[in-house]
């Protein structure tokens, strides 16, 4: 009788596992819900005179980034039933599709304000660069998930950098600091995968390195941007430092509690287009400074929760899949706010789920959605 007991609270205590293990971690969907919706909101605020100015129609962007938000989350929730493996089969395709896209964008891509970044696809315009960066943390998690044990040889290290690299150099035709991004993210994959060969990372990814210096300066407008950074904004007011003076400005006018929502007056044709990279300093202005520091540390949260989903990881490539997205929002939120508060030359980085675009906040959310998909499969879901 007592033998019979003990088997079904085994049983009982089997099944509670079971079903732990594949709930959805609501802690991480609660944070970019809220990171989504900040972001609507802000976009609204940030866009409204422009919107009206461009559309005659004060919530034109608002509505636009509603739909963007809504389809994420769906795309989110379907991905993170998926196995992820799924992905791995498909690699080669994943990469040579996103080579493609980087091709195509250089030949026929939608020039807006002198650079190549978008592909027309029906009523969407498409970021390829954007496909790229999922595109390098499922190539790379799969390489160096199968190649761990021969990682720390050179030849090796050169055919992944190599891998790496031909995506980076298309991305940095038109967009450097993405391509810092991809090559980044990559770079991180690798190291988590084999930390004890970090000299002979740095040895390879020294092309890389050299390769973003002659972007620099073979591309004039980099370099003046550099160099505006160097002497400072106000060297040139009227050019190339005038969204960094007029940032500065709303970031400075903001204070500790801010003007209050939809108050900015930077918005208000002195930052252009104050809903997309630069949103951050319309953040700081209407909200201040505990309003800049409440979305920092969503963000912070974010990369927590993704950190201990990392720790939980059943497999290597799992893991090295949640360290690729985590690379890549950190490293945006990063650039983003040195960028905006001019700690960094000038560059186009949108900020993760609180700026303008249906391409990167799309994207995101499939990586979001991987993410959620490797906890339900991983002993975190035990933990609750």
Known sequence: MLHEKTIKRHRKKRSLLKKKKNQTDFTLVAIVVILIVFGIIMIYSSSYYYSI?????????LKKQIVWGVLGIVVMMIV?????????????????????????????GKEIKGAKRWLIIGPVNFQPSEFAKLMIIIVIAYVASKMVSHLDKYRLMMFILFIIGIPTALVGA???????????????????????????????ALPGAVGGVLGILLAGYRADRVKIWLEGPWTDPLGKGYQTIQSLYAIGTGGLFGTGLGQSMQKRGFIPEAHNDIIFSIVCEELGLFGALALIILFILLIWRCMVIASNCSDLNSLLIVVGVMAQIGLQVIINIAVVTNSIPATGMPLPFISYGGSSLLFLMVEIGMVLGIARRSKISKAG
């Open 53 to 61: 100015d461009m559309y005659n129609d004060s919530t034109h962007y």
């Open 80 to 108: 993170s039933r998926i196995d992820f493996h799924i992905f791995n089969r498909f690699a080669l395709l994943i990469y040579i599709m996103s080579l493609g896209f980087l091709v195509l964008v250089l030949l026929v």
């Open 174 to 204: 038109t967009n450097m600091s993405t391509a810092i991004v991809v090559f980044a993210i990559g770079v991180a994959i690798l190291f988590v995968a084999v930390p004890k060969v970090y000299k002979l990372m740095l040895i390879t």
